[in-house]
């Protein structure tokens, strides 16, 4: 049995994988992530993103996330869709423009309310915020808090929800993997959009983790109860566990140790649903493009070839 097949005899709902447009033209790549014993769910890695969806005010395209979301269908892998406001990848009409908290408001709904709909019936969840914290747990400044302020977060969620009542919708953030003040922060946001009486279903940790710095799987666990004590899901989104290269056996060796503690975290909280790896071959990593110096953070090396992260993982499934 693979990744997903023991995840899902474990409880969970999926153990999945990012992909993205470009990659699927690779046939052994594609044979892979379409492996359902290791992959029950994708997440599309850029293309729901507000600057592919909606580059003009007003003119949307689906061509790209379409045919992710197409690909999971044939496939009968769940889909996460990924992600509804976000400061990054962001059109520069939404991040330039001249704006009155009103207009705003506006443009947002009219984004997630499209692009909710498009999408209604094909995502297992939404990312609906994105990154919306400083790693202090005060919030971010992006334009959408600069022109709104906190009530975007719950304003965001109340027109997902409105546009699908079913699909699940999550608070997604790196750094949260652990207890400490950006944690802290995601549950202030998790209360905040409950008490305005908007749906939450869920707090995604992005887990894009370091190897020998990967916090311990008990140190993940109270951090996950927490989360659990405000009665919503918790899934691992973007898990990835990268190294200064070169890439050695002993670092090999702890990344499989790491990735074992992180996923025994989740299967030891029954809220924790699923894992998802931000792609799974270091090939097509974002990685080394974006940490110099780093990489090797995925459980297949470049040559789509096992390394010791995947029975890591299967042995904590
Ligand atoms: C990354 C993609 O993987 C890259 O291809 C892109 O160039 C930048 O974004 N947090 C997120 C993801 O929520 O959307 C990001 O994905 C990685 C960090």
């Known amino acids: 049995a693979g ?44 293309a729901q993103k507000w600057d592919s969806i909606e580059p003009t005010q007003g ?16 496939n009968d892998q769940k889909l996460r869709c990924h992600t509804l406001v976000w400061h990054s990848q962001l059109p520069s009409w939404v991040s330039s423009g001249t704006w009155t908290n009103e207009t705003l408001i506006a443009a947002m ?14 995502c297992y969840a939404w990312d609906v915020v994105n990154e919306a914290l400083n790693e202090d747990g005060t919030y971010r400044t992006n334009i959408f808090y600069q022109t709104i302020g906190e009530a975007y977060l719950p304003i965001a969620f109340a027109t997902a929800a409105a546009a699908d009542p079913d699909v699940k919708l999550y608070y997604n953030d790196y750094n949260i993997e652990s207890s400490g003040s950006k944690s802290t922060g995601a549950q202030r946001i998790i209360k905040l959009v409950q008490q305005y009486g908007a749906k939450i279903d869920g707090v995604g940790l992005q887990a894009h983790l370091i190897v020998g710095s990967t916090p311990s799987q008990s140190a993940q666990a ?23 290269l070169p890439s050695t056996a002993a670092l090999l060796a702890q990344q499989a140790t790491d990735y074992k503690n992180t996923v025994a975290a989740c299967v030891a909280n029954t809220k924790c649903i699923g894992v998802t790896i931000w792609d799974y071959t270091d090939k097509y990593s974002w990685v080394p493009s974006v940490f110099s110096g780093q990489g090797a953070a995925l459980p297949w090396d470049e040559n789509l070839a096992k390394k010791p992260a995947y029975e890591a993982i299967l042995s904590a499934l």
């Open 222 to 244: 109270t951090n996950l109860a927490a989360f659990a004590a405000l009665g919503v899901d918790i899934a691992y989104t973007e898990l990835d566990i990268r190294m200064t």
């Open 3 to 46: 990744l997903h097949a023991a995840a899902v005899a474990k409880g969970k709902v999926y153990f999945g994988s990012a992909t993205d447009n470009g990659e699927l033209t690779d046939a052994a790549y594609l044979a892979q992530l379409s492996n359902k014993e290791d992959f029950g769910q994708i997440t599309p890695g850029n």
């Open 109 to 122: 709904k009219n984004h997630i309310t499209n692009v909710v709909t498009h999408y209604k019936g094909k």
């Open 59 to 74: 003119t949307f395209s689906y061509t790209k996330g379409d045919v992710i979301a197409d690909l999971a269908a044939k």
